[in-house]
């Protein structure tokens, strides 16, 4: 089994982080440089940051944000939100990213993410997919989960890693912030139908909920924010626990 990464993720509007709950309720988490460089620190083996009013704002990323926070960190860094352009990509590159992410514009463009990967490489290119539960299967959204995109996530996955997506940051709408687990029956679908990794974002609350994405939901990466801002579960201790639990990771933190 492929070692299974760890990513802290900083949502942030106006410059600070924030977490809600099913992407409403946002609440102050601090600033995103310091959390970044703690998050390192303590064991994450990504960062992720979200600038999540952007796209909704017809604004681009907070480079400035981006570009202090990657000062603060010596672990791979993916900043989304708010790009819509190869130039726009290429200043937050240009900014501190190592890998950049894009969901609404990617579902307005499929072409979008064929240029960034011809650019910067398909590695560099993560398509979010915000999935929400509709009957047996999962609709996609966009602008920060504000509209639905028409489109069923599981098809989306598989046409967003036909035009070089190289990695899939999917949340469930219907977990995030309500820390009862990772929805694993979503996770496990999108990672059966595509040969990129898939990240499971939406639901973090425990290192038990870790062990079941990796294991029932056959993620390659899970992603969480509330648990770390808020101290509710630290990094060393999550992964001495999926290490007992003989799932690989990163070790020592």
Request: some cysteine; charged content about 25%; proline content about 2%.
């Amino acid at each position: 089994m492929l070692t299974k990464r760890i990513i802290a993720c900083l949502d942030v509007r106006a410059g600070r982080v924030v977490k809600g709950i099913q992407f409403t309720d946002l609440r102050d988490a601090g600033d995103p440089a310091e959390l970044a460089h703690a998050h390192a620190a303590s064991g994450a083996d990504e960062i992720v940051l979200l600038d999540i009013s952007a796209t909704h704002e017809q604004r681009a990323t907070l480079l400035d944000t981006v570009s202090r926070t990657a000062r603060q960190l010596f672990i791979p860094f993916t900043v989304g939100g708010g790009i819509r352009t190869l130039d726009e990509a290429a200043a937050v590159f240009a900014a501190g990213a190592d890998k950049i992410s894009i969901n609404s514009s990617a579902l307005a463009d499929s072409t979008l993410i064929t240029r960034i990967a011809e650019r910067f490489g398909s590695q560099a290119v993560v398509v979010a997919i915000d999935a929400k539960r509709s009957g047996n299967s999962w609709a996609a959204f966009t602008h920060g989960g504000r509209k639905p995109a028409g489109r069923d996530a599981i098809e989306w996955a598989r046409e967003a890693e036909s035009y070089g997506a190289g990695e899939i940051l999917l949340t469930s709408m219907d977990r995030d912030g309500t820390g009862i687990g990772f929805d694993c029956d979503l996770t496990r679908a999108v990672a059966q139908a595509v040969r990129i990794p898939v990240i499971a974002s939406g639901g973090a609350g425990g290192a038990g909920h870790f062990v079941e994405v990796f294991r029932d939901g056959a993620a390659d990466a899970a992603l969480a924010a509330s648990i770390f801002h808020y101290g509710y579960s630290r990094l060393a201790d999550l992964k001495a626990e999926l290490n007992s639990q003989d799932i690989p990771v990163r070790w020592p933190c």
